[in-house]
Every structure is written in structure tokens, then in C-alpha cells.
């Protein structure tokens, strides 16, 4: 089992940055790829960024790419999510979500955990 807490959102004036955590407990979080999604009023969930179980790949959607960074630190069982350059269409609340296969994380399809989520408003 994994659970999942998000953390790091708040309200930032477009062009700035805010850096995401979701810390994860249970020994086998290093074994999980990891992803961000997330959900803006009126629109489903859809994917932001993902890191496999080692670091070494990373994958982004083409809204965020290079604007958006997502790591991870294993040894602190936490992955982030750096965003920089942000606009109001980044509004939204967004999810780190946990699965073993990358192409699941990537895919947005049954995955296995999710963090409950935190809000990032950007304002005009």
C-alpha cells in the first residue's frame, strides 16, 4: 500500500512559480513511477508530467513542457513538481498519483494511488 499527500499549491500572479511535493509512505515508493494530473472546474483530469521508478525518464504533456519540472527523491519517498512561468490556464487542482507501470502513469488509466490533491489558482 501507498498512500499519497499532496502539498505546495496556493495562488501565484501569472509568470510565477510554485513547487508541488507529494510525500508517499510505504517502503516500496522507490518501485512506483509517479505522475501529476490535474482537474480545472468543468474539465476532467488530464496529465501534466510523470518520472519513472529510477528517475532516468521523465515525460510531459505539451502544455507544461519546459515550463513544468518534475523529480523525485527517493530517499525521502517524495516526487515535486517545479513550475515556473505560470499562466492562468494552469489553474486547477492537481493530483500526484503512484503506479508500478510508467505507461499507466502516462496513459492516466488505472492507476493504483492518488494524493488528494492541492489547488493552484494563477491569476492574471
Known amino acids: 500500500q501507498v498512500q499519497l499527500v499532496d502539498s505546495g499549491g496556493g495562488l501565484v500572479q501569472a509568470g510565477g512559480s510554485l513547487r508541488l511535493s507529494c510525500a508517499a509512505s510505504?517502503?516500496?515508493?522507490?518501485?512506483?513511477?509517479m505522475g501529476w494530473f490535474r482537474q480545472a472546474p468543468g474539465k476532467e483530469r488530464g496529465f501534466v508530467a510523470a518520472i519513472t521508478w529510477s528517475g532516468g525518464s521523465t515525460y510531459y504533456a505539451d502544455s507544461v513542457e519546459g515550463r513544468f519540472l518534475i523529480s523525485r527523491d527517493n530517499a525521502k519517498n517524495t516526487v515535486y513538481l517545479q513550475m515556473n512561468s505560470l499562466k492562468p490556464e494552469d489553474t486547477a487542482v492537481y493530483y500526484c498519483a503512484a503506479d508500478a507501470a510508467f505507461g499507466a502513469v502516462v496513459a492516466g488509466r488505472r492507476i493504483a494511488y492518488w494524493g488528494q490533491g492541492t489547488q493552484v489558482t494563477v491569476s492574471s
Open positions: 510505504g517502503r516500496t515508493f522507490s518501485s512506483y513511477a
